[in-house]
């Protein structure tokens, strides 16, 4: 699954956690002819759409920007208590 494109993970992770793209519209506020445009590729999603549609699809930003050979990387990082703020 390596080299796989943004829209080609859009769909591949979309697909497997069995949303239709109504569904991915209706969790994330972004109109289904967008997400289709998105998967097909004709158009790029902003940074904003990005973390909206790896929230609902609960995959990491990193996973669908970069060629990162795991779909779930953590999604998010919690600080360690003994570094101080």
Do not use: C, W
């Not at 590729?41 to 920007?65: C, F, R, W």
């Amino acid at each position: 699954m390596s080299n796989l494109s943004l829209n080609e993970k859009l769909t591949l992770v979309r697909n497997r956690k069995k949303l239709s793209q109504k569904n991915l519209s209706e969790l994330t506020g972004i109109h289904i002819g967008t997400i289709s445009k998105y998967e097909k590729g004709h158009m790029q999603p902003s940074i904003n759409a990005i973390v909206k549609i790896a929230k609902a699809l609960e995959t990491s930003t990193d996973y669908l920007l970069f060629n990162d050979q795991e779909e779930n990387i953590a999604t998010s990082i919690k600080p360690d208590a003994n570094l101080g703020s």
